[in-house]
């Protein structure tokens, strides 16, 4: 298996807007893309089922 040690990040389509994902050793980012702010999930919070209240308290409703 190949260790996640730097970011990995891919571009992808929900609907008709494009997203980017980035993969990092610290969790993962979904960022509509043109924008700075998304939904992030840490690894830790993903494994101890909190994935969703965690997220959505780092979620961002503005647009920069």
Same mark, same amino acid.
């Given at each position: 298996?190949?260790?996640?040690?730097?970011?990995?990040?891919?571009?992808?389509?929900?609907?008709?807007?494009?997203?980017?994902?980035?993969?990092?050793?610290?969790?993962?980012? +979904? @960022?509509?893309?043109?924008?700075?702010?998304?939904?992030?999930? =840490?690894? /830790?919070? +993903? @494994?101890?089922?909190?994935?969703?209240?965690?997220?959505?308290? =780092?979620? /961002?409703?503005?647009?920069?």
């Amino acid at each position: 298996m190949t260790p996640l040690d730097k970011a990995l990040r891919r571009e992808l389509t929900i609907g008709d807007k494009p997203y980017t994902l980035t993969i990092d050793p610290d969790g993962l980012k +979904l @960022v509509e893309k043109g924008r700075r702010n998304g939904v992030e999930v =840490r690894w /830790s919070d +993903l @494994v101890s089922g909190n994935a969703g209240p965690a997220a959505a308290s =780092r979620a /961002s409703t503005t647009n920069d």
